[in-house]
């Protein structure tokens, strides 16, 4: 089963291979896709008239839909749509077609994009204060102390507070482990990762 880049990459290279009216064509193809859903007599007609299979006109409708969906989501530049096609074999007039569908369709495709993510609460402010019983007649053990933490959070403009409770030794943990999520953050590998993805 070829993976999902394979089909990628096979579906471009045809695609770039053919006449600019026929990626005209193409292309409102996959704005029908987008507006409509798949249309198995439209692919049908496009492959008779192209003598391709009509698997691969489906392919190809798929595959420029997710490169549109990918381009908005990763906030990519014109050049960096070029730079990632040219690989393929396209002209510069293909490129500049596909980049002036891909501008008109932005717009919808960030709405959908954004009406269909999961919004996280974001930091906005912390509060701290640092508390203990110094000791009395009932507490004869020795007492641990305790750090109190107010976490303010925005969500959509909606502000929220979370009170926590935390040991010293707890925080320390806690801070630890987030100083080694923000250094692997910045890690070599993790930077491979993100060019891999755009």
Request: net charge neutral; hydrophobic share 40%.
């Amino acid at each position: 089963m070829s993976s999902v880049k394979e089909v990628f990459k096979i579906s471009f290279q045809l695609l770039a291979q053919q006449t600019d009216n026929v990626i005209k064509d193409f292309l409102r193809l996959t704005k029908d896709f987008m507006d409509n859903g798949p249309n198995s007599s439209l692919y049908n007609k496009a492959a008779e008239k192209l003598q391709i299979d009509e698997e691969k006109i489906v392919s190809i409708v798929k595959s420029i839909c997710l490169m549109c969906v990918q381009s908005c989501k990763h906030k990519l530049t014109d050049l960096e749509i070029k730079e990632s096609l040219t690989e393929y074999g396209f002209n510069e007039t293909k490129l500049d077609m596909i980049i002036l569908f891909l501008e008109n369709q932005k717009p919808h495709l960030i709405d959908i994009l954004s009406s269909s993510a999961l919004v996280f609460p974001h930091f906005k402010e912390l509060e701290w204060r640092f508390e203990t019983d110094m000791g009395s007649r009932s507490l004869l053990h020795q007492t641990v102390p305790v750090v109190t933490l107010k976490l303010d959070l925005e969500k959509k403009d909606i502000s929220e507070s979370l009170f926590l409770q935390t040991n010293p030794l707890n925080l320390v943990h806690i801070k630890d482990t987030l100083e080694a999520a923000l250094k692997q953050n910045q890690s070599q590998w993790i930077r491979k990762i993100r060019r891999k993805l755009k």
